[in-house]
């Protein structure tokens, strides 16, 4: 499975972007989806995650209410809509795929419960 996000960019403070992750393969509406975020000198953190059937979704507190992650199984793509965006949404953004049957959405807030990984896209939010 490869993974190849898009739609990183520039923005000014309250502002909105959407984060596409196109996935090659057949098998993509098997895979729950993942968005993780790495600002410049910090660790990679979880920010939202969604299940394979696109009914239940996870966020992280820093994002909720303000992101919004969905999946259109039909064109093997995981979106993150990202409104009233602050300066420190700035990071470099990867989507990534996980084949873990999902009982509990939580555990997807874990980088080590994915399997393949997206190669990143930046997004730069200035104040």
């Known amino acids: 499975v490869q993974l190849q996000a898009s739609g990183g960019g520039l923005v000014q403070a309250g502002g909105s972007l959407r984060l596409s992750c196109a996935t090659s393969?057949?098998?993509?509406?098997?895979?729950?989806m993942g968005w993780f975020r790495q600002a410049p000198g910090k660790e990679r953190e979880f920010v939202a995650a969604?299940?394979?059937?696109?009914?239940?979704?996870y966020y992280a507190d820093s994002v909720k209410g303000r992101f919004s992650i969905s999946r259109d199984n039909a064109k093997n793509t995981v979106y993150l809509q990202m409104n009233s965006l602050k300066p420190e949404d700035t990071a470099v953004y990867y989507c990534?795929?996980?084949?873990?049957?999902?009982?509990?959405?939580?555990?997807?807030?874990?980088?080590?419960?994915?399997?393949?990984w997206g190669q990143g896209t930046l997004v730069t939010v200035s104040s």
């Open positions: 393969g057949s098998t993509f509406s098997s895979y729950a």
């Open positions: 990534a795929a996980s084949r873990v049957p999902v009982h509990t959405i939580a555990i997807l807030a874990s980088p080590s419960m994915y399997d393949y």
């Open positions: 969604i299940s394979w059937s696109g009914l239940t979704t």
